[in-house]
T-cell receptor
Framework: KAGVTQTPRYLIKTRGQQVTLSCSPI?????VSWYQQTPGQGLQFLFE???????NKGNFPGRFSGRQFSNSRSEMNVSTLELGDSALYLC???????????FGQGTRLTVV | AQSVTQPDIHITVSEGASLELRCNYS??????LFWYVQSPGQGLQLLLK??????LVQGIKGFEAEFKRSQSSFNLRKPSVHWSDAAEYFC????????????FGTGTLLAVQP
């Protein structure tokens, strides 16, 4: 079966701009989580959506937001980009709660 | 706060040698634990998981891990390392409750010498 698909794979944005990243989970998976990975902070949880509802949120500013659609596809948005937002953003999907997470290949965001 | 500790930031082993990567978790009487591997610029691939039952779990690529409640540990092992095992390894724990939120360790970067 198809894995988790993230688009785009690479993005270069300018400070102050906004960006939207997309994630298509494995078919049938209703839980989608987002993580930010940086060399300094490691892997940090952003938020989780389950059946279109945000179920958990990490400790990130309000500039980071997300949503999930009825087909379980998810998007995350970062507004007013800062240089420190440069990171690998990973999406993961799971079938049920407390289940293994399947990760996409990530979107590499560079803010200049 | 809930945390996962991987004490070794970087490990180098010779090809064919055995490997043990350490992981300590901090939360829960019944932790849900995972080991993931990441190649450069790629996503994370699940190696194995522990939810309950047998404390020695087998995973893909010849990896195994042992859950020890008394030591709050979930160490990853492989009897004979291959050059293709060079990657970064992450231990993670489920946050608990009805969620798939994972708390990750800082990772261990494995280098394999020929």
């Amino acid at each position: 079966k198809a894995g988790v698909t993230q688009t785009p794979r690479y993005l270069i944005k300018t400070r102050g701009q906004q960006v939207t990243l997309s994630c298509s989970p494995i078919s049938g998976h209703r839980s989608v989580s987002w993580y930010q990975q940086t060399p300094g902070q490691g892997l940090q949880f952003l938020f989780e959506y389950f059946s279109e509802t945000q179920r958990n949120k990490g400790n990130f500013p309000g500039r980071f937001s997300g949503r999930q659609f009825s087909n379980s596809r998810s998007e995350m948005n970062v507004s007013t980009l800062e240089l420190g937002d440069s990171a690998l953003y990973l999406c993961a999907s799971s079938l049920v709660s407390r289940d293994e997470a399947f990760f996409g290949q990530g979107t590499r965001l560079t803010v200049v | 706060a809930q945390s996962v500790t991987q004490p070794d930031i970087h490990i180098t082993v010779s090809e064919g040698a055995s490997l043990e990567l350490r992981c300590n978790y901090s939360y829960g009487a019944t932790p849900y634990l995972f080991w993931y591997v990441q190649s450069p610029g790629q996503g994370l691939q699940l190696l194995l998981k522990y939810f309950s039952g047998d404390t020695l779990v087998q995973g893909i690529k010849g990896f195994e891990a042992e859950f020890k409640r008394s030591q709050s540990s979930f160490n990853l092992r492989k009897p004979s390392v291959h050059w293709s095992d060079a990657a970064e390894y992450f231990c993670a724990e489920n946050y608990g409750g009805a969620t798939n939120k994972l708390i990750f360790g800082t990772g261990t970067l494995l280098a394999v010498q020929p």
